[in-house]
Nanobody, 116 residues
Framework: QVQLVESGGGLVQAGGSLRLSCAASGSIFTINAMGWYRQAPGKQRDLTATITGGGTTIYADSVRGRFTISRGVAMNTAYLQMNSLKPEDTAVYYC??????????WGKGTLVTVSS
């Protein structure tokens, strides 16, 4: 079992920045990839960014060049640095972890609101 806790969401003006954090606990030695999905009101949950244990990163086209995903030295923490935020980035951001067994775990989400 892996538990995930997100932090860092909040209200920010367009053009501003926020940094999300995700702390994993439990069977962290099984984690391969970590990342972030987001779900805007009335929309499906979509991949925002992911990072593998080897450091490979993948970004959604809508955030590439503005968001940066990273992992802590201990590999049990993931960060999402969000710059040049836009109102369309408003969503609940969910941290996820994928284990080497293919199991996905999810955090409860953190709300990011970008005002125009």
């Amino acid at each position: 079992q892996v538990q995930l806790v997100e932090s860092g969401g909040g209200l920010v003006q367009a053009g501003g920045s926020l940094r999300l954090s995700c702390a994993a606990s439990g069977s962290i030695f099984t984690i391969n990839a970590m990342g972030w999905y987001r779900q805007a009101p009335g929309k499906q949950r979509d991949l925002t960014a992911t990072i593998t244990g080897g450091g490979t990163t993948i970004y959604a086209d809508s955030v590439r060049g503005r968001f940066t995903i990273s992992r802590g030295v201990a590999m049990n923490t993931a960060y999402l640095q969000m710059n040049s935020l836009k109102p369309e980035d408003t969503a609940v951001y969910y941290c996820y972890a994928q284990t080497r067994y293919g199991v996905h775990y999810w955090g409860k989400g953190t709300l990011v609101t970008v005002s125009s």
